[in-house]
């Protein structure tokens, strides 16, 4: 409690550096705007999941939801920056990629879908070529985290915000979370609240619908959290939540709140070990990790982490197979039912841009 009072405090402090901020993207924008600075198109379907502020507001998800609905239908390939990974420029991702080379969310694209290819690359302007060149038969291209970007102009924009912190809500950097202007919102064809309580009201919805006033030509959805079957970080084998058992639960993503809640209600006790948003583990952390775990003191025990965190401890593999250390996984559910809507709006897209 005093830690978040702190650092709410401390980045009061910096609403300075956040006037600075919102002005340096007021004028990029406006260099956009008037195309000054000049915004590229291509030839095929491009699909954008991204949001207007730093943290989790689940774009991972969505992008393998999109990848889910669509790769049957379409030669679908992702395409992202790579965040926190060690190398640099355009990758494709093969058979013995990891996630230090492509990062831990096109590296948990890949290992779900490894017949999709799944490239990284900090300038998308150039990436994009490159992985049609790669791959000539694909139809159509989901960019992750990428609606800031404007050098590339995609022909769908679905803009994640966060139930909990909408961006109607929040500040620039550093004062807050914003990373572009609130405004932008205006640029997306389909706005989706995401993390809502599942059983938000419709009254509910139509007061976020007024205070995000969305304009007439987009679309808004709702999405709450679905958390998956349990399965084991190393082997993939399934097994099965039990509510008697006490959980070391390992973090290092942005937002881990909803995980956390959902364990208060589901668990009898949990202990978290959080580590910074996209940590690269070692094996000081390992044996961190395994420490904490034998401090437990239950019969019935286990470690628990998230998609993004299994990834990052593949290579550990020798280490951590024998322990009872799982993966929850975490999906969107729309509410309201209107999935088939937003799957309607997407499949469209794509089949009129084709014509």
């Given at each position: 409690?005093?830690?978040?009072?702190?650092?709410?405090?401390?980045?009061?402090?910096?609403?300075?550096?956040?006037?600075?901020?919102?002005?340096?993207?007021?004028?990029?924008?406006?260099?956009?705007?008037?195309?000054?600075?000049?915004?590229?198109?291509?030839?095929?379907?491009?699909?954008?999941?991204?949001?207007?502020?730093?943290?989790?507001?689940?774009?991972?998800?969505?992008?393998?939801?999109?990848?889910?609905?669509?790769?049957?239908?379409?030669?679908?390939?992702?395409?992202?920056?790579?965040?926190?990974?060690?190398?640099?420029?355009?990758?494709?991702?093969?058979?013995?990629?990891?996630?230090?080379?492509?990062?831990?969310?096109?590296?948990?694209?890949?290992?779900?879908?490894?017949?999709?290819?799944?490239?990284?690359?900090?300038?998308?302007?150039?990436?994009?070529?490159?992985?049609?060149?790669?791959?000539?038969?694909?139809?159509v291209i989901i960019l992750d985290d990428a609606f800031q970007h404007r050098s590339i102009k995609a022909g769908l924009n679905i803009l994640l915000t966060e139930y909990g912190n909408l961006f109607t809500r929040d500040f620039y950097l550093p004062t807050g979370d914003l990373r572009d202007l609130k405004k932008s919102y205006k640029r997306a064809e389909i706005i989706i609240v995401t993390?809502?309580?599942?059983?938000?009201?419709?009254?509910?919805?139509?007061?976020?619908?007024?205070?995000?006033?969305?304009?007439?030509?987009?679309?808004?959805?709702?999405?709450?959290?679905?958390?998956?079957?349990?399965?084991?970080?190393?082997?993939?084998?399934?097994?099965?939540?039990?509510?008697?058992?006490?959980?070391?639960?390992?973090?290092?993503?942005?937002?881990?709140?909803?995980?956390?809640?959902?364990?208060?209600?589901?668990?009898?006790?949990?202990?978290?070990?959080?580590?910074?948003?996209?940590?690269?583990?070692?094996?000081?952390?390992?044996?961190?990790?395994?420490?904490?775990?034998?401090?437990?003191?239950?019969?019935?025990?286990?470690?628990?982490t998230t998609e993004k965190d299994a990834v990052r401890l593949q290579k550990f593999s020798n280490e951590i197979g024998g322990l009872p250390f799982f993966v929850i996984p975490v999906r969107h559910q729309f509410l309201f039912n209107?999935?088939?809507?937003?799957?309607?709006?997407?499949?469209?897209?794509?089949?009129?841009?084709?014509?």
């Open positions: 409690m005093f830690s978040n009072f702190f650092l709410k405090s401390f980045r009061i402090l910096l609403f300075p550096f956040a006037l600075l901020y919102w002005l340096v993207i007021g004028i990029r924008n406006w260099l956009f705007d008037k195309q000054i600075l000049k915004t590229a198109e291509f030839g095929l379907p491009l699909i954008c999941v991204g949001n207007l502020s730093v943290g989790g507001t689940g774009k991972s998800p969505m992008v393998e939801y999109l990848v889910g609905r669509l790769k049957d239908d379409f030669k679908v390939a992702t395409l992202s920056r790579g965040y926190k990974r060690k190398t640099k420029g355009y990758l494709l991702a093969g058979n013995n990629t990891s996630a230090l080379e492509i990062g831990d969310e096109p590296m948990q694209f890949h290992l779900k879908f490894p017949s999709v290819p799944v490239a990284v690359g900090e300038e998308r302007i150039e990436a994009i070529p490159q992985l049609l060149h790669d791959c000539p038969d694909t139809e993390k809502c309580k599942p059983n938000l009201t419709e009254a509910e919805k139509q007061k976020l619908i007024r205070e995000i006033k969305p304009l007439p030509d987009q679309h808004i959805f709702f999405t709450a959290i679905a958390y998956g079957e349990l399965y084991h970080v190393i082997s993939g084998k399934p097994a099965n939540f039990s509510h008697s058992a006490e959980i070391l639960l390992v973090s290092g993503i942005a937002n881990p709140r909803p995980l956390k809640k959902m364990l208060e209600e589901h668990s009898n006790i949990y202990h978290l070990l959080q580590y910074s948003d996209h940590h690269i583990f070692t094996i000081d952390d390992l044996n961190e990790i395994r420490k904490r775990f034998d401090e437990l003191e239950s019969e019935e025990k286990i470690i628990l209107e999935g088939t809507i937003f799957d309607r709006l997407v499949g469209d897209f794509i089949k009129d841009f084709k014509k």
